[in-house]
């Protein structure tokens, strides 16, 4: 009674040892999707004023041009 009792803890063990080995697996899988979706990234924009590149959804847009802060804009206008 004691082996069957031994064999069933090992089976037990090396059964959860598979299925975290698969969770790890799956896990690493869902981040480098993750990761390869984000290199997408977003359109990149130069302002106007300074010449600094940012992305478009941080930048001021102005009579169709792009600015990296309201200041800029303002001196930009002003000139």
Do not use: N, T
Request: glycine letters at 6%; hydrophobic letters at 40%; a positive charge.
């Amino acid at each position: 009674m004691g082996r069957l009792l031994f064999f069933a803890l090992i089976v037990v063990f090396f059964i959860w040892v598979i299925r975290s080995y698969r969770r790890a697996i799956k896990k690493q899988r869902e981040e480098a999707r993750k990761e390869s979706s984000s290199i997408e990234g977003e359109d990149m924009v130069r302002c106007i004023h300074c010449g600094v590149h940012l992305p478009r959804s941080e930048s001021i847009a102005s009579e169709g041009k792009f600015f990296c802060s309201d200041e800029h804009r303002r001196l930009h206008l002003q000139s």
